[in-house]
């Protein structure tokens, strides 16, 4: 009978091994658990910009004018029958030049 109660608590050990400590157990769940979070903040961040994207595509295909805002913000360009005119701050103390 002496030999039953070391058995059994070995038993008992060897069961409770993987729960706490083996591949999936409690352990290595928890210590998991600051993964998944940064995971999951990430993942809210990439989904308001893929949202973000997704509404610009859109407005790009539906409207002509987002496209020639962009054309003009972006890239410079102007209609063909457009005046561009750049006006561009003089340095101070210089005087404005007088064409006779």
Known sequence: MRWLTPLLVSLIVLLQYPLWLGEGGWFKV???GGEVREQQA????LRIRNETL????LDLK???DAIE???RSEL????PD???LR???GVAGNEPIKHE
């Open 30 to 32: 928890w210590s998991h």
């Open 87 to 89: 006006v561009v701050p």
């Open 82 to 84: 457009e005046l561009f």
């Open 42 to 45: 990430l993942n809210d961040q």
């Open 76 to 79: 410079g360009m102007i209609r």
């Open 62 to 64: 539906q409207a002509r």
């Open 69 to 71: 805002e962009r054309a």
């Open 54 to 57: 997704a509404a610009e595509v």
